[in-house]
């Protein structure tokens, strides 16, 4: 991944955390960032990071936000296209509805959805772009950090699908499944509202 991607990376994040910032003022505010391991439906395990920021509603059982994850893995697409490296970009609607929000342990579902970009890191097929649309499903567990007052740990499974509608090459138009599962651990800080 070259520098000027992660760059962009970054300054998208940015600008997602300060675009949802004023419609959440008057919310209690979480953002957070996470990592772990990612593996395609078909191909090889890779890494996933994230960072996302949330607003607390519903009596703090609702959070609704967004989110930006990079991925880096293999996958398998098809019978001449294996093993093709993915740098791959996702920005997202995320929402988490948390059953027990005051609990020591907080159990948690969400979904996601919104687009992708998806950079082939190939030799052969470099500079590759493809993306289309992204659809997420999570469960999760959420605890505070003791003595902290407003950390808490999250850790998440997480299942997607990421349909490639457009291609930027001189291949035709395509259709590719790239999802698949990730196991995702990380830390959200609490602004606004009571400590834990």
């Given at each position: 991944m070259d520098s000027s991607f992660a760059g962009r990376a970054i300054l998208a994040a940015a600008v997602l955390v300060f675009a949802l910032a004023p419609s959440l003022a008057r919310a209690q505010i979480h953002v957070g960032t996470g990592g772990?391991?990612?593996?395609?439906y078909e191909g090889d395990p890779g890494g996933s990071v994230s960072v996302h920021a949330q607003g607390a509603f519903a009596?703090?059982?609702?959070?609704?936000?967004?989110?930006?994850?990079?991925?880096?893995?293999?996958?398998?697409?098809?019978?001449?296209?294996?093993?093709v490296g993915y740098d791959a970009i996702f920005l997202r609607f995320l929402f988490h509805y948390h059953f027990l929000p005051d609990a020591?342990?907080?159990?948690?579902?969400?979904?996601?959805?919104?687009?992708?970009?998806?950079?082939?890191?190939n030799q052969e097929r470099r500079g590759t772009v493809s993306g289309g649309f992204t659809t997420l499903a999570i469960a999760g567990l959420e605890a505070p950090v003791p003595g902290t007052g407003r950390l808490a740990f999250f850790t998440e499974a997480r299942v997607g699908t990421v349909t490639d509608i457009w291609k930027k090459t001189r291949a035709n138009w395509q259709l590719d499944q790239v999802g698949g599962f990730t196991g995702m651990a990380g830390f959200r800080w609490r602004f606004g509202g009571d400590e834990f």
């Open positions: 772990g391991v990612f593996l395609p009596g703090r059982h609702l959070r609704a936000g967004g989110e930006l994850e990079y991925r880096r893995f293999d996958a398998s697409l098809a019978r001449d296209f294996r093993n020591v342990v907080s159990p948690y579902l969400g979904f996601g959805t919104g687009i992708n970009v998806n950079i082939i890191t």
